[in-house]
């Protein structure tokens, strides 16, 4: 489990990564999980990356490394607000059925 929990590498949004020389190397994000789901981010990253929370680092990012892999990293970090989002929700309903 990652930084962000289970959703990015199982999802076809984490980096892939392997170790050479004694230290860990990071390639492209992986093109394993669900097709559709992938498209449903990027949908959801080319709206997100217009609005005032995004914005700035959408055009930080787009500068620095071009804007296809800027708006694959928008796309993971609406990913992973979601899974906290979710995880925020299942952990207050499991609290409230525990009493």
């Known amino acids: 489990m990652g930084r962000h929990g289970p959703g990015g590498s199982c999802r076809g ?3 892939s990564w392997w170790r050479r020389h004694g230290r860990r190397e990071y390639g492209r994000p992986s093109k ?3 097709d559709w789901l992938r498209w449903i981010l990027c949908e959801a990253a080319q709206t ?17 490394r071009g804007k296809k892999i800027a708006t694959t990293a928008i796309a993971r970090r609406l990913l ?3 899974y906290h989002l979710l995880r925020a929700v299942q952990v207050q309903h ?3 059925g525990s009493r």
Do not use: T, V
Not at 53 to 58: G, I, K, Q, T, V
């Open 13 to 15: 949004r984490g980096r």
């Open 94 to 96: 499991d609290r409230q």
């Open 80 to 82: 992973a607000r979601a």
């Open 32 to 34: 394993q999980g669900s």
């Open 48 to 64: 997100a990356k217009r609005s005032p929370e995004f914005a700035a680092s959408y055009q930080r990012l787009a500068r620095r």
